[in-house]
């Protein structure tokens, strides 16, 4: 099974693609890692989609990524009798900390650290921004508000703080039961919600404790701030547009996408780029002409991958949905402005050897038109290293260890193939020409480049590079 695309996509999971059968087409449509929100799911329901992802991965024999998506700190408004309610620009509205009935005038909210935490002059916003008001007074007991851009209001609506940072964990007791469970079944990627400062993934990593890989969603202005510092402690980033688009003017959500990708290409960490990238196909078995584009944007910035949520869990056509965003990849990555771009983003090497063998195995794969780079990973990091320098040769990551193939399966260009590690040079070559010619990826007469580390099984050792001849069938060896 090769994709004819570099970029990954991510599938949601939900009532609309939970069985077998689906997931199974899901696959064959072109989904390669698939995202379980626990904001809707339970252990039960994460253990079973496991064992079917598990189940497919076995029956297509490719390594296939599972990312469980923490539901973080949710702050909501208390009841309001006779909703909905209208709040009109400028009267004062007031969030109490107490359990009132819900007016015009007031409502409760239950959540005493915002009120400990607002300013005057912050903004809150109401029903993912529809509704805005700005912060007058506040106290312990009671924030006194203007209302900015009022509408209707409904019990339970969310509450999003732009410019304030709220003193609590990005993990609450259920992310942490939950990311427990997600660890103890064997998922790939841990998706952590409302990251607000580095602090937040250090206690994220206390609990994972390297059983999955951690992505922080990038989705809070107070995350931008420390983008830098959170990159340093997080296996990925995932720019998450939707609250993005709630906590920032919306203008601005199109440069911070940008911000956040280039940040993770230069630290050669996945990054995934989501929300509302193919709305429409919820209900229509076609995109709009601008999601579209939205799409072709993240696939010329060179995201490693891109995510389908309610397209895929919830809507009414979640196989059209990955293969309409497959054939929009495949067909971007063929146009020819899109390795000129690619090419002009692309960050020098970090001054290492291992780097520098990476740098230099695209560098010679792209000179002399080679068939494709292959590399021997144990860990990982050579194959990340490799996605990094982003070439337009097909990369293939040789590992003898399923969670690195799984977790590898996020990432752009790379096609992960689980073999035995190499026990000798003559064996380094013969494994990777075959493998080359199996996978449909090299032909008889082709070159390939093979990187490795020596001595072989040395996690982070890469330190060699050989260029090799692919022979005819009959020539290659067997397993």
Known sequence: MTRRRRVKIVATLGPASSTAEMITQLFDCGADVFRINMSHTDHAQLRELHDIIRGVEAERGHPIGILADLQ???????????????????????????????????????????????????????????????????????????????????????????????PVSAMTEKDRSDLEMACSVGVDWIGLSFVQRPEDVAEARKHTRGRAALMAKIEKPSALVHLEEILELVDGLMVARGDLGVELPLEQVPGRQKQITRAARRAGKPVVVATQMLESMIKSPVPTRAEVSDVSTAVFEGADAIMLSAESAVGDFPCEAVSTMDTIAQQIEREPFYSSIIHAQRTEPETTSADAISAAARTVAETLNLAAIVCYTSSGTTGLRAARERPMKPIIALTPIKNTGRRLAIVWGLHCVLTEDATSLDDMVDRACRISFQENIAAAGQRIIITAGVPFGTPGATNLLRVAFVGRDEDLPDS
């Open 72 to 166: 973080g700190p949710k702050f909501r408004i208390g009841e309001i009798d006779d909703e909905p309610v209208t709040l009109v620009n400028g009267q004062v509205f007031d969030l109490v900390n107490e359990e009132v009935p819900g007016s015009s005038r007031q409502v409760a909210l239950p959540h005493p650290e915002i009120l400990s935490a607002v300013n005057p002059g912050n903004a809150l916003l109401l029903d993912d921004g529809r509704i805005r008001l700005r912060v007058k007074d506040s106290s312990p007991e009671m924030i006194r508000t203007v209302v900015e851009f009022g509408g209707e209001l409904s019990s339970r609506k969310g509450v999003n703080l732009p410019d304030t940072v709220v």
